[in-house]
């Protein structure tokens, strides 16, 4: 009986680090694709909402609070470490060639790429408990309690969408004309996904545990979330590009 509960975690933590290994192939992957279709493909498999939802769902499976933490943040870090390895060994886009000053550019691509994969696992430590103790807290916790986790797992996850909608309104993408039009619709459904598939994962979670009648207490956490998260991935962003 001992070995077979020593087991049972053991193959849930292999399970989530294969997940998250995944998850950060086809994030790798989607980098090679070319044309408009990379915008949605990117919302739907390398991005926060992508990202995130899959850490709720690992806490929203996990028996406990440990493992809900512990399951989520793995999940986020694998994936991070598995998406910045193929960059360093397959794509090698950090390799820059041949500077103006006749030294090498690598070095700053390999210190780029190094300060980045530490800067969005420091940003999975922090992200990860956080989505795996809502994901649980949706399915375990009181009527309340449970209505609040589901409604800021939903804000959260639609953050980045909502922020991107800040910096580029639908209105102004709807309205340009020409070779850019096409780019421009792919960035308005990318936008489009980052809005709607929280709505759906809040639909489930809300179905899962017929929370129904708490919608006003969803409403409020999903609507403060949504801003927070949307200021977050407005500063994640600029200090992205400071970084890189």
């Known amino acids: 009986m001992v070995n077979v509960g020593v087991r049972r975690p053991a193959r849930g933590t292999a399970a989530i680090v294969v997940a998250g290994a995944v998850l950060g192939l086809l ?8 044309g408009t279709a990379r915008q949605v493909m990117t919302a739907l ?10 850490a709720v769902l690992a806490g929203h499976t996990a028996p406990d609070r440990r493992s809900a ?3 989520a943040t793995l999940l986020l ?7 910045y390895l193929l960059i360093l060994v397959i794509s090698r886009r950090w390799s820059g060639g041949v500077l103006v000053d006749g030294s090498s550019a690598d070095w700053y691509g390999l210190r780029s790429l190094a300060v980045m994969t530490t800067a969005w696992s420091s940003v999975s430590m ?29 804000g959260l996850l639609s953050g980045e969408g909502w922020s991107q909608i800040a910096a580029a309104p639908p209105w ?8 850019d039009a096409a780019f421009a619709r792919g960035v308005l459904a990318a936008e489009l996904v980052g809005v709607i598939v ?18 006003h207490l969803m409403a409020i956490a999903t609507g403060v979330t949504a801003t927070l998260s949307a200021v977050l991935w407005h500063l994640v962003r600029v200090a992205a590009n400071h970084l890189g």
């Open 27 to 34: 994030a790798f992957t989607v980098d090679a694709v070319d």
């Open 45 to 54: 498999v390398s991005s926060g909402l992508a990202w995130g939802s899959a």
């Open 69 to 71: 933490v512990t399951r």
């Open 77 to 83: 870090i694998s994936a991070t470490l598995v998406y």
């Open 126 to 154: 922090v992200a990860g408990p956080a989505l795996g103790l809502l994901g649980l807290t949706a399915r375990t916790g009181r009527l309340r309690s449970a209505a609040l986790a589901a409604g800021a797992s939903c």
């Open 172 to 179: 102004r993408l709807l309205a340009v004309d020409g070779p």
């Open 198 to 215: 929280p709505l759906a994962v809040l639909a489930c979670l809300v179905s899962a545990r017929r929370l129904w009648g708490a919608w």
